[in-house]
C-alpha cells in the first residue's frame, strides 16, 4: 500500500516550452501533496505544498508563476514547469500525506521525474 | 528556521565494517518527526525510518539501527557488518507540526562501500 506514482519518469524538452509532471496516489486519498526539486548531486529541496482543492503554497525563492501547481483532486496533483530553461533541468520528486489514520503520518515519495531542458 | 545537519559529506568503508552516519537537527517545534531515505543511483528514495519527537527509543531493524537523543539533538544512523548493497545517498530528514509539513533534508551523505 502507499503507492504514489510520476509521469513521465523522464522529459526531454526544448527550452521556452511547458513541462506537465504528474503526481497520483494510488491506493490512498492525499489531501496534502509536496512538489521537490533535487539539482545534480545535492539534496531535496522543498518547492511547494498543494492542498486538494485550494492553491499551492510556494516555498520563499520558487516563482509560482513559473511552476504551477494543481490539486484537483485527493489522487492527483500535477506541477506545470512554464517556459522551461536549461536552469530548470533538474530532479522533481513528489510525495503524497494521507488522510486519515496512521497514514497521515507518513509522506510517501513518487519515483520521481528526471527533466532536461535543452 | 528548521535545519537538518549531514556533516559527513562522503564516507567510504570496506565491506564488513560497521558505519555511522551522523544527523543533527535544529527545530523550535515540540512535536517532530525524523526521517530517514536511502537514494540509489536510480533516484528513487527508499524510506528506512520515521521517529516522532516523543520516542528516544533507539530502534533495530536487521543491520540497521538508529540512535535519537533529544539531548544532543541527533539522529544518527548505524550500519553494521555493512554490505556493498548499502552504498548510496542517505538523507537525514525532519517535519515539523507533527509530521505535518514538507520534509528539511540535510545534504546527504554518499556512503561508499568498498569490496
Known amino acids: 500500500g502507499a503507492v504514489v506514482s510520476q509521469h513521465p519518469s523522464w522529459v526531454i524538452c526544448k527550452s521556452g516550452t511547458s513541462v506537465k509532471i504528474e503526481c497520483r496516489s494510488l491506493?490512498?486519498?492525499?489531501?496534502?501533496m509536496f512538489w521537490y526539486r533535487q539539482f545534480p548531486k545535492q539534496s531535496l529541496m522543498l518547492m511547494a505544498t498543494s492542498n486538494e482543492g485550494s492553491k499551492a503554497t510556494y516555498e520563499q525563492g520558487v516563482e509560482k508563476d513559473k511552476f504551477l501547481i494543481n490539486h484537483a483532486s485527493l489522487t492527483l496533483s500535477t506541477l506545470t514547469v512554464t517556459s522551461a530553461h536549461p536552469e530548470d533541468s533538474s530532479f522533481y520528486i513528489c510525495s503524497a500525506r494521507a488522510h486519515v489514520g496512521d497514514r497521515g503520518l507518513g509522506q510517501y515519495f513518487g519515483p520521481g521525474t528526471r527533466l532536461t531542458v535543452t | 528556521a528548521q535545519k537538518v545537519t549531514q556533516a559527513q559529506t562522503e564516507i567510504s568503508v570496506v565491506e564488513k565494517e560497521d558505519v555511522t552516519l551522523d544527523c543533527v537537527y535544529e527545530t523550535r517545534d515540540t512535536t517532530y518527526y525524523l526521517f530517514w531515505y536511502k537514494q540509489p543511483p536510480s533516484g528513487e528514495l527508499v524510506f528506512l525510518i520515521r521517529r516522532n519527537s516523543f520516542d528516544e527509543q533507539n530502534e533495530i531493524s536487521g543491520r540497521y539501527s538508529w540512535n535519537f537523543q533529544k539531548s544532543t539533538s541527533s539522529f544518527n544512523f548505524t550500519i553494521t557488518a555493512s554490505q556493498v548493497v548499502d552504498s548510496a545517498v542517505y538523507f537525514c530528514a525532519l517535519s515539523e507540526r507533527g509530521g505535518a509539513d514538507g520534509l528539511t533534508f540535510g545534504k546527504g551523505t554518499h556512503l561508499i562501500i568498498q569490496p
Open positions: 491506493d490512498f486519498q492525499a489531501t496534502t
